[in-house]
């Protein structure tokens, strides 16, 4: 009698795990694809950068991430991610940027460690470990992205309600600390403001 029970809550969760494994692999390629939009950038920025004009391969792979970044910002805000809430465009683009910038230095990292500690200083070297490095910083970046730009609209939910939560705490101490009126002292009490405790 209990595996009656047990089998449909078994295949809702099935269900349910299924659904989030579809959703996760379509956001997963429109961040792919809109990646590989940002990598065609960068390396069409930063080969001319490093080769022709002859720009160092840091100062070239900056150039080129911050031009690939605004376009991989409006690529993900408006296309990948446009069905999970934001923080405003402001809140959001900042922690995009920061964000960025941490896969920048996982960018830099590698393309270091090969120029510097493995002296691999090639162009085409070069080319492949910025690639390498792009490679390790998107992985990173699905992850934050989710997880802190452009999260599920449940879970800005929740994080607007315990910022609202924040905010009304000053006013109740505040009502708290009012003077007693008429003898009788009121204050933030179980029933709300103003009401005796």
Not at 120 to 140: M, Q, R, S, W
Request: glycine share 14%.
């Amino acid at each position: 009698m209990s595996s009656t029970r047990t089998t449909p809550g078994l295949v809702q969760r099935s269900a349910g795990t299924i659904r989030h494994f579809r959703h996760l692999l379509h956001e997963g390629a429109k961040f792919l694809i809109v990646g590989l939009i940002g990598i065609g950038v960068t390396n069409l920025v930063f080969i001319p950068l490093h080769g022709p004009l002859g720009l160092g391969p840091l100062t070239s792979v900056t150039i080129a991430t911050i031009v690939a970044t605004v376009v991989t910002f409006l690529g993900n805000r408006y296309w990948s991610f446009r069905h999970r809430e934001g923080a405003g465009t402001a809140k959001e683009g900042v922690t995009f940027l920061f964000l960025n910038g941490v896969g920048l230095l996982i960018q830099y990292a590698v393309l270091g460690f090969s120029n510097y500690a493995l002296g691999l200083t090639t162009k085409i070297d070069n080319v492949i470990a910025v690639n390498l490095g792009i490679g390790l910083g998107t992985l990173f970046r699905f992850w934050s992205y989710r997880k802190w730009v452009w999260v599920p609209p449940d879970v800005h939910l929740a994080r607007l309600r315990r910022g609202r939560h924040r905010k009304g705490r000053p006013q109740a101490v505040a009502a708290a600390s009012a003077p007693a009126v008429g003898g009788v002292r009121r204050c933030a009490g179980p029933n709300g403001p103003g009401h005796p405790a």
